[in-house]
């Protein structure tokens, strides 16, 4: 252990296969052994090398004193009614993240964090109200999938959604490592990046050979109301944003999809599916709406239209056009719904004065 406490061998868990392999060479080993270690690793969740017994005694000794393979420490776990799980988890400096497994029929999908907080403060997400916090690694972004794979039975087919703690964008480098070792079991095709839409981003992963989909937050048909909400539009307004979406190299039969928070007498009325429809014209789109989900730290006059009138905006787009969908409320008796995650490890920053204006 370093003075911090932090152990300071190297976690294997985020190295793909050519970077294990890089790794292992100074033990001079022949490189089955790197896939023979891999394979053990995301294949069987062999996190103790002890348990490696296709290795010889001596390799295995070797390995525990120059690498670890460790998981981030459940520190809380709750389950809701409708069988939605959400974790905590404490990282290996106490900063703390969550992550949710949501069940659905004969599939199953992880909602995970990139980063440990989130400076982009966007009004409706808690995540956001509690303020920044540090990129997590690639290690620690593969450990909260492979500590829910052994936890919980997964059975059918498992997706990923980058839609937990943090802006995956801000954070590429880690995703896109993480993505490489997790792209022998999770195909790029069932793995989801959500992002506000930060231009310098979109631009890096439009030039990945093989890329996940993409999920757009955009909340609001027009700059000023997508400003209330999400103070980067200032940064990145909806005209340059949409431009820059058409410019996005989609492959063939994949669709953007933008997620609309629905939010009573705020972007909820009819004008306002013909904006978003007139906004998205042409782009091989779908919708999905998000009924907001309500928390006491968000502001109180805040509520989901009801169920009538996300009725109606999904039908007036559909006239449109376009493909809509109301995303159900999962988890939400733990806080686990959309934009419901904290980490309660430390002190909320709050929103600033100057957002406070709807
Ligand atoms: S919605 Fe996403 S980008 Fe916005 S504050 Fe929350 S975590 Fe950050």
């Not at 996940?212 to 048909?221: E, F, R």
């Not at 809509?324 to 709050?350: I, N, Y």
Request: charged content about 25%; overall charge positive; glycine content about 6%.
């Amino acid at each position: 252990m370093s003075a911090s406490g932090i152990d300071p061998r190297p976690n294997l868990l985020g190295l793909d296969r050519q970077e294990l392999a890089a790794a292992l060479a100074p033990l001079g080993e022949p490189a089955y052994r790197a896939r023979q270690i891999w394979d053990a690793i995301h294949l069987r969740l062999a996190l103790d090398f002890e348990a490696m017994t296709e290795l010889a005694k001596p390799l295995r000794r070797s390995l525990a004193e120059h690498f670890r393979v460790t998981l981030p420490a459940v520190a809380d776990r709750h389950l809701s009614q409708d069988g939605t799980t959400k974790f905590l988890f404490r990282l290996d400096d106490g900063a703390t993240v969550e992550a949710v497994d949501i069940p659905d029929r004969n599939r199953r999908t992880l909602c995970i964090s990139s980063q440990a907080g989130c400076a982009l403060a966007c009004r409706f997400c808690v995540t956001g109200y509690w303020g920044a916090g540090r990129d997590l690694t690639a290690a620690e972004i593969v450990g909260q999938v492979w500590a829910i794979r052994s936890l919980q039975a997964i059975e059918g087919r498992l997706n990923l959604v980058f839609m937990g703690m943090g802006e995956p964008l801000l954070n590429l480098a880690a995703v896109r490592r993480a993505l490489a070792v997790m792209a022998p079991t999770i195909s790029p095709r069932r793995i989801t990046l959500s992002t506000v839409g930060l231009l310098p981003g979109l631009e890096e992963l439009g030039r990945w050979p093989e890329r996940p989909n993409l999920a757009i937050s955009l909340h609001a048909p027009d700059d000023r109301r997508r400003s209330e909400l999400m103070p980067v539009n200032r940064t990145h307004p909806l005209p340059e944003l949409m431009t820059a979406l058409r410019r996005y190299p989609l492959e063939p039969r994949r669709r953007l999809t933008f997620e609309y928070l629905l939010i009573a007498g705020f972007n909820d009325a009819d004008r306002d599916a013909d904006q978003l429809a007139a906004l998205l014209r042409g782009l091989p789109a779908k919708v999905n709406l998000i009924p907001l989900n309500p928390d006491p730290v968000l502001p109180h006059a805040w509520q989901p239209p009801a169920p009538e009138r996300v009725d109606a905006f999904r039908a007036r787009l559909e006239r449109h056009g376009l493909t809509a969908t109301v995303r159900r409320r999962r988890g939400d008796d733990v806080a686990a719904a959309c934009g419901q995650l904290r980490a309660f490890g430390r002190e909320p920053r709050g929103f600033r004065r100057s957002q406070l204006s709807l």
